[in-house]
């Protein structure tokens, strides 16, 4: 029941800082030590490679997992769209592991890759927000989102649920594998700063709402850029956008505009920074500059102890790992006002179904 908000979406956008403190309720103790079961770390830790597997917004969640697991783990991590993969099997390595990401566990493309994986002997893990969903039952463990029912047909509180549960994962794994950096994470009282900080943006939405009408209602195409992880979340931004407010977005690694993207770039063309990280900061700023004597109405999304007076949405600071929770929301709520001001249905975009039962 979406109550009193016009639409699913927004409910599930406000309901993110509760799934946040519901994953750490789930899953860390009190002192901030995970519960993940000995039996799936002790089969990780066997791995000399992981797979993250994800269509759509779940495979952008395995990008910034990867992320996680190789900062905390250093066990090398790869992530692959489930439709490629599926058909094009990389030369694998000799012990890999594979992390299966989608929210409803029914994925057609992802669940080809599972079933061709086990015939081939090696071990799963699906992280799904539904409980005995076809891929739950297929893969050897499980771990569940507990994000709620999903309803909106636009991904939000699953995309953030996978990142936060992914970072728990790579925790308590390298913990296993004896990592320091794992130890160290604090990943508790982050998390609490990241509910925190989730629960400011959705209640500055109204900012929003007045970005969207004045910079994306017009527009026929706009760019999300960033570095690294920032990237990571362009992808899922873009994609956000696109499929519910149907302006042709893309998300680009900063770097990469000038390589030829950059000639698309006319007056008004909205382009969107991303910037959370101290080593690119600097360069995603000199590439937003390159667009803006081109014309360009450049919007900026930065962490706090690197914004700028000018900066459009400043997210508080939290750990360099975890900004996507925090910088996805002002794009979910960018592409939610979009969609809206056109009058679309937001929920239900065209040509588009919840859970994708076909390959
Ligand atoms: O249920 P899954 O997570 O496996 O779904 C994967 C994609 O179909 C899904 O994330 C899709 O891209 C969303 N509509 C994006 O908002």
């Given at each position: ?15 993110q800082p509760a799934v946040m403190r519901k994953l750490v309720q789930e899953y860390l103790d009190e002192d901030g030590r995970p519960t993940i079961e000995a039996g799936l770390l002790n089969e990780m830790k066997k791995a000399d490679r992981l797979y993250i597997i994800g269509a759509g917004t779940s ?301």
């Open positions: 029941d979406k109550g009193t908000y016009p639409f699913y979406m927004l409910k599930e956008v406000d309901e495979y952008h969640a395995g990008l910034v997992g990867a992320r996680m697991f190789e900062r905390l783990t250093k066990i090398p991590t790869q992530v692959f769209i489930s439709s490629e993969f599926a058909y094009e099997q990389p030369i694998m390595s000799e012990k890999p592991f594979f992390i299966f990401l989608t929210q409803s566990g029914e994925t057609a493309d992802s669940r080809e890759v599972l079933v061709n994986i086990k015939k081939q002997g090696w071990p799963s893990l699906t992280i799904t927000n539904v409980p005995k969903s076809t891929l739950s039952r297929e893969a050897s463990y499980t771990l569940l989102l507990h994000a709620g029912p999903e309803i909106a047909v636009a991904s939000t509180k699953a995309y953030t649920a996978q990142v936060a549960l992914q970072a728990i994962l790579a925790k308590a794994l390298g913990m296993t594998c004896d990592q320091q950096a794992a130890t160290e994470f604090d990943l508790k009282q982050q998390l609490g700063i990241v509910a925190v900080g989730m629960q400011a943006l959705v209640d500055g939405k109204e900012k929003l709402e007045s970005i969207a009408s004045r910079y994306l209602s017009e527009p026929r195409n706009a760019f999300y850029i960033g570095r690294g992880i920032d990237w990571s979340v362009a992808l899922e931004s873009a994609l956000k956008l696109k499929e519910i407010s149907y302006v042709q977005a893309e998300g680009f690694a900063s770097g990469e505009l000038k390589h030829g993207t950059i000639a698309l770039i006319e007056e008004h063309t909205p382009v969107i920074g991303i910037i959370t990280q101290d080593r690119t900061a600097g360069l995603t700023r000199s590439n937003l500059q390159e667009v803006v004597s081109r014309g360009a109405s450049v919007l900026t999304i930065a962490a706090k102890h690197l914004a700028q007076p000018d900066d459009t949405i400043v997210l508080p600071d939290v750990d360099p790992l975890l900004t996507p929770l925090l910088s996805v929301v002002p794009a979910q709520l960018l592409a939610y006002y979009t969609s809206l001001g056109k009058g679309l249905d937001v929920d239900k975009p065209r040509n588009l179904a919840k859970s994708v039962t076909v390959q």
